[in-house]
């Protein structure tokens, strides 16, 4: 039996994002040192739905996963979350750069084996 301890996906994986027009990409990866087991984690419970979960101001909008295992993670993007860009753009983060920490803060069950 697996145990798994809430905690912010931060512990596991590191986080970079950005933008390009209205959309933003948020890479994932889970840094050496960890074990691949963790990479399969990641890949296999990252879904477009549990995006959409961790940020809820994705609910409505596509979300892309490109699963890159030879680099340990995944890049996500979601498309339109800045509206028309950087230019036009309304939110706190008009650049999207804040979203990879923002998810990296967002509370999950984590096995505790991967934690190790």
């Known amino acids: 039996m697996s145990v ?3 905690r ?3 512990d596991l994986v590191y986080a970079r994002s950005g933008d390009k027009g209205g959309n933003a ?3 994932l990866w889970v840094p050496a040192g960890r074990s691949d087991a963790a990479v399969d984690w990641l890949l296999q419970t990252l879904t477009a739905e549990w995006v959409r979960e ?3 101001e994705t609910a409505d909008l596509e979300i892309d996963l490109v699963p890159l295992p030879n680099l340990r993670g995944v890049n ?3 498309h339109g979350i ?3 860009g950087v230019a036009e753009g309304v939110r706190f983060d008009p650049q999207a750069k804040a ?3 923002w998810i990296r803060s967002r509370h999950v069950a984590i096995p505790d084996r991967l934690m190790a």
């Open 4 to 6: 798994s301890t809430l």
């Open 8 to 10: 912010p996906l931060g």
């Open 25 to 27: 990409n948020i890479g």
């Open 54 to 56: 961790l940020l809820p």
């Open 76 to 78: 996500i993007v979601i």
């Open 82 to 84: 800045l509206g028309a």
């Open 99 to 101: 979203l990879g920490e």
